[in-house]
């Protein structure tokens, strides 16, 4: 089973077909819609995640690049550097997501990377600039 | 009050390694345990911690003088203009200042930390020139072992209970409370509550003038109080006793201190800052001492302020306690808002637990204020007449 984070770029004119059923009826995979941000006419973007078989994820992404869609692979989101970080927690309450919490024993930084959407909010809200996201 | 103990008496059992020292934390279950009269008994010492931004910072320093010698009138460290109108060589650098060149991601708290780290320093100094210092300008460059003295002084430390700040308008703002989310999207606090020093003794009854800390890594002391000193105790229209706004102004060795402790900060959008690391032993004279020192983060209460109003007073949303501030979510409004602390409670219980080390072992001696701090003052504003 893999698992991978892929942004798919639609050009505006198929942005109306339903990928996202065909991958998972025809294709099999697991789908995880983390971003979304289609509007009609206009160019469209899903940041995704899917789990399947090699086999299923590479057919897939073959019909999604014959739709003329964008597929770019996320394989290192978020770099938390730990060195710099001193769980002060200012990055917490800035996760749309709530994907970084402190520990409620221990009160050191918790980033649960599943759940990140990357959307880079807590790039900015850390004073010590332990925080990168890097495609 | 009626255990009484001295300074003499505690110091004496931590030269002889017999002293019991805890933090601010584990006195609280003790104290449950054991009642407030046989915890006073048994306990010589409570340690507190805090390790936040701190922007009232800054370090004193001599330069020396050059061959032929400058009387400093303007100096550059780095970029960052530091504060030269004190003698020839005297320097203040101020860890808020912005750098010249590279604006607010670098600033006098960069250098600070670029100096613990032992790394060269630019300096760039110029002059009218006199008589007797004739030179126009120096270009140099200087590190921690090369200079006199490098002093970290810090008028305005230890700020003892800052407000929760939300933001209810519909734009994003960076403050030095952090970035505030629009229509109370967040709400955020800077404090080590039950580990706070000037929350665990809100009386100034052992924290006062020469009261020796751990600051930034060294044994450094209280020279002062703080600026916008104001500590007085008030009931707010609840009944809650409040603690407001005393603070410490502090002083030690930055030759002697790390990194470990002092942290350069930026936050986005409003400037740069200095992280400080401040750790104050408070020594259980008495049973009314242990009880501030047992204080835990539900008694504490501090006030919600509205940041997006451009005003000195800001509209109040409320009051909550630190135990809801560090659950992660308070009420504020009926909604339910994360929150976000800008202090590391995980570091401050670090540092209770490194000077409880240091005095266990009887590296660290607790000295007795040579004079109190005042516990009313008048923080008053500043009028445009």
């Known amino acids: 089973m893999l698992r991978k984070k892929m942004i798919l770029t639609f050009p505006p004119k198929i942005v109306e077909e339903p990928v996202t059923y065909k991958l998972i009826k025809e294709y099999g995979l697991w789908i995880n819609i983390l971003r979304a941000k289609i509007e009609p006419g206009n160019r469209g973007k899903l940041v995704i995640e899917v789990k399947g078989e090699r086999k299923q994820i590479d057919n897939a992404i073959r019909f999604i690049r014959s739709l003329q869609v964008i597929v770019e692979f996320l394989e290192q989101e978020v770099r938390w550097n730990q060195e710099k970080c001193v769980d002060c927690g200012a990055c917490v309450s800035i996760c749309p997501v709530g994907a970084l919490s402190l520990n409620n024993k221990t009160f050191k930084l918790e980033f649960n990377y599943d759940e990140c959407v990357i959307c880079g909010y807590c790039v900015e809200a850390c004073p010590l600039q332990a925080i990168d996201v890097i495609f | ?385």
């Open chain 2, 1 to 385: 009050m009626k255990i009484k103990k001295t300074y003499e008496e505690i110091n004496k059992k931590i030269k002889e390694g017999k002293a019991v020292v805890v933090t601010a934390e584990e006195i609280i279950s003790i104290v449950q345990e054991k009642g407030i009269e046989k915890a006073t008994e048994q306990v010589d010492v409570v340690t507190t911690g805090t390790f936040g931004p701190m922007c009232s910072s800054g370090v004193v320093m001599n330069l020396g003088h050059s061959d032929p010698p400058i009387r400093i009138q303007k100096a550059w460290l780095n970029d960052v203009e530091s504060y030269s109108g004190i003698a020839a060589v005297d320097i203040y650098l101020g860890a808020t200042q912005a750098s010249e060149i590279q604006g607010m991601q670098y600033g006098g708290a960069h250098v600070i930390e670029d100096l613990l780290e032992g790394k060269e320093i630019k300096l760039k100094a110029i002059s009218q020139g006199t008589d007797c210092y004739p030179r126009k300008e120096i270009n140099t460059h200087i590190n921690l072992e090369s200079i006199n003295e490098a002093v970290l002084f810090n008028p305005r430390n230890c700020y003892q209970n800052y407000n929760v700040a939300v933001n209810s308008s519909e734009k994003k703002l960076h403050t030095y409370m952090g970035i505030l989310i629009p229509k109370i999207g967040n709400a955020s606090y800077s404090t080590s509550g039950q580990l706070s020093p000037l929350l665990n003794d809100p009386d100034f009854n052992t924290i006062g003038i020469g009261t020796r800390i751990f600051l930034g890594g060294t044994q450094g002391y209280v020279v002062w109080e703080g600026t916008q000193h104001s500590p007085q105790v008030v009931t707010n229209k609840d009944g809650m006793r409040i603690s407001r706004g005393g603070t410490l102004s502090v002083i030690g060795n930055l030759k002697e201190m790390s990194r470990e402790y002092l942290r350069a900060a930026i936050f986005e959008g409003y400037g740069v800052t200095l992280i400080v690391g401040i750790g104050i032993p408070i020594p259980i004279l008495n049973s009314e001492i242990l009880r501030n020192a047992a204080i835990s983060n539900e008694e504490i209460y501090t006030e919600i302020l509205d940041y997006s109003v451009p005003h000195r007073e800001k509209p109040s949303l409320g009051w909550v306690n630190y135990k809801q501030l560090f659950s992660g979510g308070i009420l504020v409004q009926g909604k339910l808002t994360p929150t976000s602390s800008l202090s590391s409670y995980a570091k401050a219980r670090e540092i209770a637990e490194k000077l409880k080390e240091e005095i266990s072992k009887g590296q660290f001696l607790l000295q007795e204020p040579i004079q109190k701090l005042p516990v009313q003052k008048e923080f008053k504003p500043l009028l445009e007449v």
